[in-house]
Each structure stands twice: as structure tokens, then as C-alpha cells.
């Protein structure tokens, strides 16, 4: 029986497939994660999409289809950012700001990125969700101020830990047991049972070759990027540096 997120996967393709059949000048899709994002641009036709989070770089984007000759600029994006103002001696998490928006009702796909600085928090939403978002004046139990009229900040730096360690294989199941350290009958049951994410779709093999630069996600363990793969040492090991995601 599928589940529910594959589900929403077929919803979610046949919507972009009906959303490029149509041809119509633009459509935009809600906020899209990178998954989302991977899942359907396999079905896409270069040069007529475009995926667009508010900032380069952004982990959740809208998703554009569009004609070859005429893509959408950033500002034609529904997208308006929110910033949060308050004393720095406070701390205010990307899940405080999220738990305060689905307080109010806000759907899930209505908010993008979530960026956290001391004293300000800015968070992409589409039209659907600024009222509240406007409207908020706490965020947890800490007081709080709103504009939508500043700009992103584009001083945000992503916090990660170090795993330095080494693999005799650069293969999945030999770098999750680094980056999680686990052991290797842990390992496998992650990888069979769909709790790992290699590059944004699901992995499947535990014997991938992974790369620098690879991206990985284990569901209860968090978000990780290969920063450093060495060359072999005198024992023929290979030297690893993993970050991450904090």
C-alpha cells in the first residue's frame, strides 16, 4: 500500500506535469524542499524552470515553469521576506519561528528558509501566509517585531561540527558509520528501511560511492556534506572530513 508521502509525490508530479502541459506564461508551485525539487525536475524540460528560494543557495525554493525565452526574474517571485527583530540576549531557533507560524493556521509549503541571527530571524513566505506572519508578536515566549519592508541579510553563516575520521571504502554505508558512529548492522536498516537521503532523493544502495561535495540526511540524525575525501594513507584508509548541519 503507498504511503503517504508517496502519495503526495504522484500528487505532486501530476501537478507540474499539468502545470507544463498547459504552457501557460508562469506557474509557481508552493515551497518545494530540495527532494521535492529533485523528484520533479527529472520530469522537466531545461531552460523552462526555475527554482527560486528568496537567496541563492536556499534549501526551499518555488518552483517556476516557464517559457524557454522568458524567465522569471527574482522579484517575480511570490515571495516576501520577514524579519523578526529582538534583544540579542534572547535566543529564538528556526523551530520556535516555524511552531509560532503553524500556530496560526500557516500550511507547511507557504514558508521557505528560516534564518536565524542574533536579535533577527528572517523567513520566506508566500502571500498565504504574511497576514500572520505579520501578525505575529511573539515568537514563543519572547517578544518580537515584524517588517516585511527589509531586505535579506545575506550575513548568514551555516553552523556545522567537524567528524574527521577515516573509511576504508568511500562507500554509504562505510561513511554513515563515521558521520553517525554507529555500527555496521545499524547501518544497513537505515539505508533499506528509507531513512537515508543521498543528495536530496533516496538512497538505496549501500554500497554508492560517494564524492566531496555529496550531500546525505538520515531521518533522526540530521543533515551532513562531505567537505574533504584524502587520499589513501600508509594503511590505505582514506581520510574524511563530514560536517554537520547544526
Known amino acids: 500500500m503507498p504511503t503517504k508521502q508517496q502519495d503526495a509525490d504522484r500528487i505532486l508530479i501530476a501537478h507540474v506535469q499539468d502545470m507544463a502541459t498547459r504552457g501557460a506564461y508562469r506557474s509557481f508551485t508552493p515551497f518545494l524542499d530540495m527532494r521535492q525539487y529533485t523528484l520533479v525536475r527529472s520530469i522537466l524540460t531545461a531552460g523552462t524552470y526555475r527554482f527560486f528560494g528568496g537567496y541563492a543557495d536556499a534549501s526551499r525554493g518555488i518552483l517556476c515553469v516557464h517559457p524557454a525565452d522568458c524567465p522569471p526574474e527574482d522579484d517575480e517571485f511570490p515571495i516576501t ?132 561535495g555529496d550531500v546525505f540526511s538520515v531521518r533522526g540524525y540530521g543533515k551532513f556534506r562531505i567537505r574533504e575525501l584524502g587520499e589513501p594513507t600508509r594503511k590505505g584508509r582514506l581520510r574524511i572530513v563530514i560536517e554537520r548541519y547544526l
Do not use: W
Not at 90 to 118: F, K, N
Not at 137 to 162: C, M, N, S
Open 81 to 212: 521576506c520577514l524579519t523578526y527583530t529582538f534583544p540579542e540576549a534572547y535566543t529564538v531557533t528556526h523551530r520556535d519561528v516555524l511552531g509560532s507560524l503553524m500556530a496560526q493556521q500557516v500550511q507547511r509549503d507557504t514558508v521557505g528558509d528560516i534564518l536565524i541571527a542574533p536579535g533577527r530571524a528572517q523567513c520566506f513566505v508566500t502571500a498565504a501566509a504574511v497576514t500572520a506572519g505579520m501578525q505575529l508578536t511573539k515568537i514563543g515566549r519572547i517578544g518580537v517585531k515584524v517588517t516585511d519592508q527589509l531586505p535579506f541579510a545575506d550575513d548568514y553563516v551555516q553552523e556545522v561540527r567537524e567528524i574527521v575520521g577515516t573509511v576504508a571504502t568511500p562507500r554509504l554505508d562505510a561513511i554513515l558509520r563515521t558521520a553517525l558512529a554507529i555500527g555496521r548492522n545499524a547501518v544497513l536498516p537505515l539505508i533499506t528501511g528509507g531513512a537515508v537521503m543521498l543528495n536530496y532523493a533516496p538512497a538505496e544502495r549501500p554500497d554508492k560511492l560517494l564524492a566531496e
